[in-house]
């Protein structure tokens, strides 16, 4: 299994600042995904982390709005870029390793609640 | 396009009922399919993985079963306690190396 850590946890940002959420896993991972989860909603897939590559961006979502970090297997940062009241949001740290022994089980963190204000 | 559906939407039901949730796939060449817990403000908690090649995986009082010729899987939850009560999300995997599809979750009440 893999144990995934983010920070912060929660936050309350002024509108229009910017946020960087950061994401550790115990163990090295070929994937890692970043999710946002609006309040009631499931969840939402905002891009594929790529190590050492730019990140591979879902519909809707673009990279000047949510910059995405992996330099190595096991570390990614989301940033949250000039937010707005409805950035409002849980995100989501996820990873995933394509091995037999895992079975390709994804993991979560705990993730980050912002709130902007 | 890969879609997951889940009902009900909520479920309440008494301690110590056996109780089944659903969920639909409407793309049949599914990887794997997931089953996750989440508590309120929290991120999610992996219940149980099914590949493709299997029908049912069990741990301890859960047991979800797949059926990729119909699109279904189910989590089948016996003699559920109040602390089972969480939002419940199964997700559909395409290929080992891709994304995953989550459906929207059922919310689960049990009262004691």
């Known amino acids: 299994s893999a144990v995934i850590s983010q920070k912060p946890s929660r936050d309350i940002c002024q509108r229009g600042t910017s946020l960087t959420i950061q994401c550790q896993v115990d163990s090295q991972v070929t994937m890692m995904f970043w999710y946002r989860q609006q309040p009631g909603q499931s969840l939402t897939l905002i891009a594929t982390?790529?190590?050492?590559?730019?990140?591979?961006?879902e519909s809707g979502f673009v990279i000047d709005k949510f910059p995405i970090s992996r330099p190595n297997l096991t570390f990614s940062t989301l940033t949250v870029s000039n937010m707005s009241p409805e950035d409002s949001s849980i995100y989501l740290c996820s990873a995933k390793s394509r091995d037999r022994l895992s079975g390709n089980t994804i993991y979560f963190g705990e993730g980050s609640w912002l709130t902007v204000v | 396009k890969q879609e997951v559906t889940q009902i009900p939407a909520a479920l309440s039901v008494p301690e110590g009922e056996n109780l089944v949730l659903n969920c639909s796939f409407t793309d049949s060449a599914i990887y794997n399919l997931q089953w996750f817990r989440q508590d309120p403000g929290k991120g999610l908690t992996s219940l149980l993985l099914?590949?493709?090649?299997?029908r049912e995986q069990t741990s301890g009082r859960l047991n979800a079963s797949l059926d990729k010729s119909s699109g279904r899987s189910t989590l089948y939850i016996a003699a559920s306690q109040p602390g089972d009560s969480a939002t419940y999300l199964c997700?559909?995997?395409?290929?080992?190396?891709?994304?995953?599809?989550f459906g929207p979750g059922t919310s689960l009440s049990v009262i004691p």
């Open positions: 099914i590949q493709s090649s299997q």
């Open positions: 982390a790529n190590q050492g590559s730019e990140a591979t961006y």
């Open positions: 997700a559909a995997g395409k290929t080992s190396y891709d994304k995953v599809i």
